[in-house]
């Protein structure tokens, strides 16, 4: 149980690492002003009309970095400094979250797996952790209950792995997006690029723990078992 611990520690120091790094180049970009002068709403607006998409509504939520897509209602969702910001950092946060709503109409297919999983993933969020405590205690006389917290583990891991091609991909649409349209000129779209980099990296660091601390508990249910 020990090593779980040391490796969870680990992973969230790298993890605070990446989130500390990631908040400082948006806050870094958000200092640069497009060249374009647009808000992240009107990125947003624009990006979703050339690719075909008007049922998809652009709104402000409150809160930092709360940016995100909805396919349940199909919002594109700006935190306020996104949505009303004219800098490199909010026309890439918008963009990439529009990448979502393009990902969705086109039915691109990790986003409705991964859609799919969400009632599953909710599920097993909220018991995990207490089937696998207690698993590991009655490990001996009923091995059964840590098997049963491994299998709702490696539900969260797979949701963790199946986030990522969804998160690259939106990223690689909008930047692909930014630059052809010269919404962020050559010398932004380094930026842009930059900056989404740093925010797809956060859910590489979730997967690689998750999937470290899933074979973790496979060797403790190995080891105690016998």
Same mark, same amino acid.
């Given at each position: 149980?020990?090593? +779980?611990?040391?490796?969870?520690?680990?992973?969230?120091?790298?993890? %605070?690492? #990446? /989130?500390? &790094?990631?908040?400082?180049?948006?806050?870094? *970009?958000?200092?640069?002003?497009?060249? @374009?002068?647009?808000?992240?709403?009107?990125?947003?607006?624009?990006?979703?009309?050339?690719?075909?998409?008007?049922?998809?509504? #652009?709104? @402000?939520?409150? !809160?930092?970095?709360?940016?995100?897509?909805?396919?349940?209602?199909?919002?594109?969702?700006? /935190?306020?400094?996104? *949505?009303? !910001?004219?800098? +490199?950092? /909010?026309?890439?946060?918008?963009?990439?979250?529009?990448?979502?709503?393009?990902?969705?109409?086109?039915? *691109?297919?990790?986003?409705?797996? $991964?859609?799919?999983?969400?009632?599953?993933? &909710?599920?097993?969020?909220?018991?995990?952790?207490?089937?696998?405590?207690?698993?590991?205690?009655?490990?001996?006389v009923f091995?059964?209950?840590?098997?049963?917290?491994?299998?709702?583990?490696?539900?969260?891991?797979?949701?963790?792995?199946?986030? %990522?091609?969804?998160?690259?991909?939106? /990223? =690689? $649409?909008?930047?692909?997006?930014?630059?052809?349209?010269? #919404?962020?000129?050559s010398e932004?779209?380094?930026?842009?690029?930059?900056?989404?980099?740093?925010?797809a990296l956060?859910?590489?660091?979730?997967?690689?723990? @998750?999937?470290?601390?899933?074979?973790?508990?496979?060797?403790?249910?190995?080891? $105690? $078992? =016998?």
């Open positions: 149980m020990g090593s +779980i611990w040391l490796v969870s520690l680990l992973f969230i120091g790298i993890s %605070l690492l #990446v /989130s500390f &790094q990631l908040k400082s180049k948006f806050a870094q *970009y958000n200092k640069v002003l497009l060249s @374009s002068g647009l808000t992240g709403a009107e990125v947003a607006q624009k990006m979703l009309k050339e690719n075909g998409i008007y049922d998809v509504q #652009v709104t @402000s939520v409150e !809160g930092i970095l709360s940016d995100h897509y909805n396919p349940m209602n199909k919002t594109v969702n700006l /935190s306020p400094d996104v *949505y009303n !910001g004219k800098s +490199i950092a /909010s026309a890439a946060v918008a963009a990439h979250e529009c990448g979502h709503a393009v990902q969705h109409a086109t039915a *691109y297919p990790w986003l409705m797996l $991964r859609s799919r999983l969400v009632p599953v993933v &909710q599920f097993s969020s909220n018991l995990v952790q207490w089937v696998l405590i207690a698993g590991i205690i009655m490990i001996k091995p059964g209950l840590l098997l049963a917290g491994i299998v709702l583990f490696a539900i969260t891991t797979l949701f963790s792995v199946i986030t %990522l091609p969804v998160e690259i991909d939106a /990223s =690689n $649409r909008a930047l692909a997006w930014l630059q052809k349209t010269n #919404v962020a000129n932004e779209y380094p930026k842009a690029k930059d900056a989404l980099k740093w925010a956060t859910y590489v660091i979730a997967a690689i723990a @998750s999937i470290v601390t899933l074979l973790q508990y496979i060797f403790i249910y190995n080891n $105690r $078992r =016998n």
